[in-house]
């Protein structure tokens, strides 16, 4: 069974500081995703990293895939009371039916 | 596209009735995910899809749990009788191949 560690499991800062947050594994992935969900909707896909190494961003949010393509992280920079959620990593196994695998996810709240 | 759409938002009752959720995925996509989501447990797969076959149901918790793909554009889970313990956030999502998951806003149940 592919099980995904997401750390921290809770976050709470003041705006304009920086954070990461961490997604682990013992097995490897073809690749990663990361979703955040706000109160009352369903999780909206950020980014998917597929090449071990791999580096993305989107605006103030960078994501990185872990060489041996085993862990992730998202790092967020001078938060915003916008970026407050439910982020959540998610693996997929290489399977042709795309099944996920989540972590637990960790709630960021950013305090203006 | 209007996105995966689930009906209704939301639902409320009795111990012991059957309720019925509704998911209409994205055109085009061949997979279909059926979640539930608990502060305790995080998201939970319960079934999944893929050409409207069901691959894996290991996640349904109990016979009281039915979910049926009859074509490409509806889905239903079924829960009968309903037991205040199946509370929760259920959500639909689609993909295709693995690609990331589209999720619906999700219908909140409460069973009292």
């Known amino acids: 069974t592919q099980l995904l560690e997401q750390s921290p499991q809770f976050l709470s800062i003041q705006e304009g500081e920086n954070l990461t947050v961490y997604c682990n594994s013992s097995?490897?992935?073809?690749?990663l995703q990361w979703y955040r969900q706000e109160p009352g909707e369903g999780p909206v896909l950020l980014v998917t990293?597929?090449?071990?190494?791999e580096v993305k961003k989107l605006k103030r949010l960078t994501f990185q895939f872990g060489d041996a393509r085993k862990d992730s992280s998202l790092h967020i920079t001078a938060a915003q009371p916008g970026d407050t959620g439910l982020y959540l990593c998610?693996?997929?196994?290489?399977?042709?039916?795309?099944?996920?695998?989540f972590g637990q996810g960790t709630i960021l709240t950013v305090h203006p | 596209d209007a996105g995966v759409i689930q009906s209704p938002r939301h639902e409320v009752t009795e111990m012991g009735q059957e309720v019925t959720l509704r998911c209409k995925p994205i055109?085009?996509?061949?997979?279909l995910f059926w979640y539930r989501q608990t502060m305790m447990r995080g998201l939970e797969l319960l079934i999944y899809?893929?050409?409207?076959?069901?691959?894996?149901d290991s996640g349904m918790p109990e016979d009281r749990f039915s979910a049926k793909m009859p074509n490409a554009s509806f889905s239903t889970l079924k829960i009968q009788p309903s037991e205040p313990r199946d509370s929760a956030v259920y959500f639909c999502?689609?993909?295709?191949?693995?690609?990331?998951?589209?999720f619906g806003s999700g219908t909140r149940l409460t069973v009292v």
């Open positions: 999502a689609s993909s295709l191949l693995e690609m990331g998951y589209t």
């Open positions: 097995s490897v992935f073809s690749s």
């Open positions: 990293v597929v090449t071990g190494g």
């Open positions: 998610a693996g997929a196994g290489g399977t042709s039916y795309g099944k996920l695998t």
């Open positions: 055109s085009g996509h061949n997979s």
């Open positions: 899809f893929n050409n409207n076959v069901p691959i894996d």
